[in-house]
C-alpha cells in the first residue's frame, strides 16, 4: 500500500480547462509538497503547505489535514503545463517523506 | 528564487568506472541535501539525505559503499557512483533545502548512462 496516493495518474485537457490534480496520504505529516516535472526532468517546487490555501498566478493547491487530502488546481490550463506532477509529504514523526507516483498532464492546443 | 546547479548533466562512462556528480546551491546556504535517482517513467526515489558535516543517511537497500555522498560545505554536495555497473545508469536528481522540514530546490539533474 502506497502512503502516498494520486490521481488521476494521466491526465489529458484542452487548453484552457480548469485541472485538478488530487493528493491523498495515510500518514500524519508535518507539511505537503506540490512539485512540477518538466518532460526534460527538470523539476520546479510549486508549493509547500501544511494548511489551508496557497496560490501562485494560475496556481492553487489546497489541503484539508483532517481528510489527509490534497488538491492542486491549474485554472485557464495552457500547452506549458503539460507535465507530470508529484506530492510529496513529510510525516511529522521524523525525518521523513514519501512521495506519490505523479500525474502525468497533458494540455492540448 | 534559489538556485540549484548539478553538473555534469549528462555523463557517458564505461562499466568499472567512477563518476562524481556535483550539486551546487547558488544564492543560500543549504543545511540538507537530498539525492534521488529517478528511472524512466517512474517517480522519484530517495537514495540518502545528507547535513553539512556529517555523514549522510541512506534509505533502505542504497549501498552507502557504491555511492559516496560528502556534504562538506554549506553549499555543495557529491555524488560518487563507484564502479558504475549499467545498472546504475539513470537520472540522478540532487535537491537543496535550508534544513530537513523546509522547501527543496531542485537541481536540473545528470543523466548518467553505463556502458
Known amino acids: 500500500k502506497n502512503e502516498v496516493e494520486q490521481s488521476p495518474q494521466n491526465l489529458t485537457a484542452q487548453e484552457g480547462e480548469f485541472i485538478t490534480i488530487n493528493c491523498s496520504y495515510s500518514v500524519g505529516i508535518s507539511a505537503l509538497h506540490w512539485l512540477q516535472q518538466h518532460p526534460g526532468g527538470g523539476i520546479v517546487s510549486l508549493f509547500m503547505l501544511s494548511s489551508g490555501k496557497k496560490k501562485h498566478g494560475r496556481l492553487i493547491a489546497t489541503i484539508n489535514i483532517q481528510e489527509k487530502h490534497s488538491s492542486l488546481h491549474i485554472t485557464a490550463s495552457h500547452p506549458r503545463d503539460s507535465a507530470v506532477y508529484i506530492c510529496?509529504?513529510?510525516?511529522?514523526?521524523?525525518?521523513?517523506?514519501?512521495f506519490g507516483t505523479g500525474t502525468s498532464l497533458t494540455v492540448i492546443p | 528564487g534559489a538556485v540549484v546547479s548539478q553538473h555534469p548533466s549528462r555523463v557517458i562512462c564505461k562499466s568499472g568506472t567512477s563518476v562524481k556528480i556535483e550539486c551546487r546551491s547558488l544564492?543560500?546556504?543549504?543545511?540538507?541535501m537530498f539525492w534521488y535517482r529517478q528511472f524512466p517513467k517512474q517517480s522519484l526515489m530517495l537514495m540518502a539525505t545528507?547535513?553539512?558535516?556529517?555523514?549522510?543517511?541512506?534509505e533502505q537497500g542504497v549501498e552507502k559503499d557504491k555511492f559516496l555522498i560528502n556534504h562538506a560545505s554549506l553549499t555543495l554536495s557529491t555524488l560518487t557512483v563507484t564502479s558504475a555497473h549499467p545498472e546504475d545508469s539513470s537520472f540522478y536528481i540532487c535537491?537543496?533545502?535550508?534544513?530537513?522540514?523546509?522547501?527543496?530546490?531542485f537541481g536540473p539533474g545528470t543523466r548518467l548512462t553505463v556502458l
Open positions: 544564492d543560500f546556504q543549504a543545511t540538507t
Open positions: 510529496a509529504v513529510f510525516l511529522n514523526t521524523g525525518n521523513q517523506f514519501y
Open positions: 535537491s537543496a533545502s535550508r534544513d530537513f522540514y523546509n522547501e527543496q530546490f
Open positions: 545528507s547535513n553539512e558535516g556529517s555523514k549522510a543517511t541512506y
